[in-house]
C-alpha cells in the first residue's frame, strides 16, 4: 500500500488502505501520508513509525483513521516514536475509534501516540477513543493549535514530561475523565480553549507540572 517516493521517502497515497496486521515504518525514512488517505484498521491492530510523518490533509479532503469493523474492538493506536526534534506534521486529520497498543517494549496510551517526537497538530478532531488517552504525548515538544477533542472514554490530551509545549484554540466536548492531563511538564501554554462537561478535571495539573494558562 506504500510506495516509495525516493530513497528515503515512503508514502501512503490518497483513497482508501485496509491494514489487517500492525504495520511499523523503520528509522532512516520519513513517511507521508497524502490529502484523501483513508485508513481503516482492524481490531487491535497498529500504524507506528519511527521515522517522522507529515501527514497534512485539507479540509476538503481530510486524512481518516477509523475502525475497520466499527461494531467489533477497537483498533489500536498510531504513534510517532524516538524521532526526537526531527519535527512530524500533522493537520486535518480525523481520528477515531481507536485505542492503546504495546510495541517493542513501549506503551501507548492513546488511539495517537507520540512518544519522544517533536510535533505540530492543528485543525484536526480526535473523537470516540477507546483509551486512558485520545491523544498521548511523552517527551518531545508540541504545538497543538484548533483541534476538537470529543466523546472520548477518559481523557482528551495527556502530555507526560512535555517541554514547550503550547495548547491554543481547541475545543474538548464530553470526555469521561479530564480534558487535559499534564504530568511532569515544563514551559507548557495552555490558551484560549474551550472546555465543557468532563466527567473529572478540565484542566488537570501535577507531578510537578508548571503551565501558563490564560483565558479558557
Known amino acids: 500500500q506504500f ?27 520519513s513517511l507521508v501520508i497524502e490529502p484523501g488517505a483513508h ?13 517522522p510523518v ?3 490533509g485539507a479540509k476538503q479532503q481530510p486524512i481518516i483513521f477509523a ?11 498510531f504513534a510517532v516514536i524516538n524521532t526526537g526534534s526531527e519535527k512530524s506534521r500533522f493537520q ?18 492513546g488511539q495517537f501516540s507520540l512518544n519522544n517526537a517533536d510535533a505540530n497538530i492543528q485543525n484536526s478532531t480526535f473523537e470516540n477513543a477507546h483509551a486512558d488517552d485520545s491523544v498521548n504525548i511523552i517527551l518531545g515538544s508540541a504545538v497543538i493549535q484548533q483541534n476538537t477533542f ?10 507526560d514530561y512535555a517541554y514547550d509545549a503550547t495548547l491554543e484554540e481547541n475545543i474538548f466536548l464530553n470526555h469521561g ?25 478540565g484542566i488537570s495539573v501535577g507531578e510537578r507540572s508548571y503551565p501558563i494558562i490564560k483565558n479558557n
Open 3 to 29: 510506495y516509495k517516493k525516493d530513497k528515503n521517502t515512503l508514502v501512503l497515497k490518497k483513497g482508501t488502505h485496509t491494514f489487517h496486521n500492525t504495520v511499523i515504518i523503520p528509522t532512516g525514512l
Open 39 to 51: 485508513l481503516y484498521f482492524a481490531p487491535r491492530v497498529s500504524l507506528i513509525s519511527y521515522s
Open 54 to 56: 507529515t501527514a497534512v
Open 67 to 77: 475502525p475497520l469493523y466499527p461494531e467489533k474492538e477497537p483498533w489500536g493506536s
Open 92 to 109: 486535518y486529520l480525523h481520528i477515531s475509534g481507536g485505542s492503546s497498543d504495546f510495541i517493542n517494549g513501549t506503551v501507548l496510551n
Open 150 to 159: 470529543k466523546n472520548n472514554a477518559s481523557d482528551g490530551i495527556d502530555l
Open 177 to 201: 475523565g479530564d480534558a487535559i492531563d499534564l504530568s511532569g511538564n515544563r514551559k507548557t501554554l495552555i490558551k484560549n480553549n474551550i472546555i465543557v462537561d468532563c466527567k473529572d478535571k
